[in-house]
């Protein structure tokens, strides 16, 4: 009996730790796909563009540690949008939220003190630039992403180091 009931609780621990695995994000140079978000829940994320916080330094795309990233890029406040992804009744998991065409919600400038709700498209995401997407995990995963000058799109996934 106690084997029974062991057996049973470690079944519904497993299953239910299935529930908190973070899903894949898929993000291209044109849209990002985010299961992650749920149809209930403030679904918000933020596009930052970054720039090396030395201009004499570079980041090696083929293999960047998450700590030279994270340390070795600064937002460039220029540029920097917010978010909501309301449900619209197509599931999280196929829906393509994109940055160069409307998705039936604005994006927010990030001010100093405020978002003002006014850009419906964000744009093209520009070559020999570095971008920061956070809010697309609940935890504190963040994606760094750089498009080179052969319209490559690199993608690295940063986790446990946030204050975005």
Known sequence: MKTLITGLLSVFLISSCADWKEKEVTITKDYVINPNWEEKR???????????KD??????????AGTELYHGLIEDSSFSFTTNVEYNGEDYAKRKVYFNRYNDFSWGKLNDMHSDYEQKILGELQPETWYLLA???QF???YYIYLDT???LHVYKVSGMTNY
């Open 42 to 52: 403030h679904n918000s994320f933020a596009v930052y563009k970054m720039k090396l």
């Open 55 to 64: 201009s004499t330094k570079t980041i090696d795309l083929k293999d960047p």
């Open 135 to 137: 809010g697309l995990s």
């Open 140 to 142: 504190k995963t963040l």
């Open 150 to 152: 052969s319209d490559s």
